[in-house]
């Protein structure tokens, strides 16, 4: 058997790091830890509570059992299902339950590792490895307090305050768009179609970067290629390919942001006896799961989940260790738990794990327990849970059918449409206004004609110019902007006051770009399909009945 091939370590990328995070020294207390935690020492030095103290004894979990875990969640969802017990005890110092708990719940209860448990990071080191492949000989982990606070950290790293300015989606969540501006950074968008970012528009903007008049070129792309919220979109393989190239050529970190890699789907199927025979199929490509971890075949497990799966990641093509990647728990397990992890060069992870140690100081001992038991061979082990996540997947694959069975049925073509997404919880529908009878579409240059109200709540208290809507002076003909703010607002206002409905629109998740209008990129309401199916057939016949109504009145 021919030895592994040796990987590459990453290359020096540390001058991307912000000048103030260069200068961050290791925690003093943090590396006397060790002395003060050493069982054969008698320290005074400590500041720990004392466990005796600790209002808790033994804590129970229950979870649906590894023997379940062939694709279809249904059981679990009607409380049906064969279930086990994690069982969390103070049973001594550093010993592990004998009822399938990882640490001691003193040790649990107790402060912890900054970088978070070994444990837990070599669990997810081999989920990556399963996952993603391996391209960096040193490819490390941190541990962060959820996918918010992965991405808060990564642009504290990178980003010089008032003086960087990241890419990103035109549309992009907006919660990270306020971690990025709250870190000092400016906003440029990059555009997007139904394929997701555009990587000839990505080439143009870095190519033609002016530094005298836009300021230091962006060395960093804050992307979400995979179900991306709010468009839906997943990047083909050959965009993830040419945007890491185009990234290589322009020295730019990519902040790979991937809460929804895990919820890939086949492409829609309207038909719904084709569509239930395909995911029949994909749940019978699944190994047969077994009653014991350590006898599932992780690597056939994580095969098929890949093979489903429509891309694969910028971590699994990164040759130079210029991408950051940010996973979390909270799509596949559960938001509360409030824990993900990081994947980048070691550089860039001990530079994070030193603005950890000055911030949230340790991740949450409790989760990472329950966590790293579940993925423990006393339970699911790691394709245990690569299987969960494949039903979690599948599950979420029915309810967007569903969702655009629903829509096809009750609202007009004519009025809104949609592309179906590949991956995530959101869709992206685009209302025609130009069809309204209200619609107008002028030149730039009368302020009366430029003004669009962009306030949810002002509808009718329209300023003469709205702020941000200025006519732009410029030399080129044909400039344009339209009322479809207005429209959109109002038409948001109807859809809650008659229809009971909401949807958010998309001005809440625009990226704007300084001297250009983008009143025609306004018409899009991002929808969400991971709720009840009732939930989703009544709202969307509501959203059909109102948006109809409101055409109609004009």
Not at 305 to 314: E, H, I, K, P, T
Request: with cysteine; charged share 25%.
């Amino acid at each position: 058997m021919s030895p592994a091939p040796t990987l590459p370590e990453s290359i020096d990328l540390s001058h991307h790091l912000a000048k103030r995070v260069r200068t961050v020294q290791p925690s003093a207390m943090k590396a006397l830890g060790a002395l003060v935690g050493n069982k054969k020492l008698l320290t005074l030095g400590g500041g720990t509570p004392h466990p005796s103290l600790f209002p808790m004894s033994h804590a129970t979990f229950t979870l649906p059992k590894l023997s379940t875990l062939n694709g279809d969640v249904q059981d679990w969802q009607q409380g049906e299902a064969v279930t086990e017990e994690i069982h969390l005890k103070k049973t001594g110092p550093g010993t592990e339950s004998d009822e399938g708990g990882i640490l001691d719940l003193n040790d649990i209860l107790q402060y912890g590792l900054s970088n978070g448990y070994p444990e837990l990071i070599d669990q997810l080191e081999e989920l990556n490895e399963l996952l993603h492949g391996k391209t960096i000989s040193d490819s490390s982990i941190y541990i962060t307090l959820g996918n918010t606070d992965g991405v808060s950290k990564v642009f504290q790293l990178l980003v010089e305050p008032d003086v960087d300015t990241v890419l990103t989606e035109e549309y992009s969540f907006a919660s990270s768009l306020n971690s990025a501006r709250a870190k000092g950074a400016k906003l440029y968008p990059i555009k997007v179609d139904g394929e997701g970012l555009v990587p000839a528009d990505l080439e143009k903007v870095l190519s033609t970067w002016d530094e005298k008049v836009q300021g230091r070129k962006p060395h960093l792309l804050y992307t979400i290629p995979c179900g991306q919220n709010p468009t839906g979109t997943t990047q083909p393989q050959e965009r993830y390919d040419e945007i890491y190239r185009i990234c290589q050529e322009h020295d730019v970190i990519i902040m790979e942001d991937d809460p929804y890699y895990p919820l890939q789907f086949a492409a829609y199927e309207p038909d719904v006896q084709k569509r239930e025979a395909q995911l029949k199929e994909a749940r019978s490509k699944l190994p047969p799961a077994p009653d014991n971890a350590k006898d599932d075949d992780a690597h056939e497990v994580a095969k098929v989940f890949n093979d489903y799966a429509g891309v694969r990641s910028f971590l699994s093509r990164d040759v130079d260790g210029r991408v950051i990647r940010i996973d979390t728990f909270s799509k596949v397990f559960g938001p509360g738990v409030r824990l993900g992890w990081v994947t980048a060069n070691s550089t860039f992870i001990e530079r994070l794990l030193r603005i950890g140690e000055t911030t949230t100081q340790v991740p949450n001992g409790l989760s990472q327990s329950v966590l790293a038991s579940y993925l423990s061979d006393k339970h699911w082990g790691i394709g245990g849970f690569i299987r969960w996540m494949w039903g979690v997947r599948l599950e979420y694959q029915n309810k967007r059918d569903y969702f655009l069975d629903r829509l096809n049925e009750y609202v007009p073509k004519d009025l809104v449409t949609t592309v179906p997404c590949g991956a995530g919880m959101f869709q992206w529908l685009r209302v025609d206004l130009t069809s309204h009878p209200r619609y107008r579409k002028t030149i730039i240059g009368n302020p009366s004609d430029a003004a669009v109200n962009l306030a949810l709540d002002t509808v009718g208290q329209e300023k003469e110019v709205a702020p941000g809507l200025e006519p732009k002076h410029t030399t080129e003909p044909n400039q344009y902007t339209s009322n479809t703010g207005e429209l959109i607002d109002e038409l948001w206002n109807h859809l809650i006051e008659h229809g009971k409905v909401v949807l958010l629109p998309a001005k809440v998740f625009i990226v704007g770009k300084d001297g250009v209008d983008q009143s025609e990129d306004l018409n899009f309401f991002r929808a969400t399909f991971a709720g009840d199916l009732e939930n989703i057939d009544a709202a969307l016949k509501a959203f059909g009945d109102s948006i109809k109504d409101w055409f109609a009145r004009g």
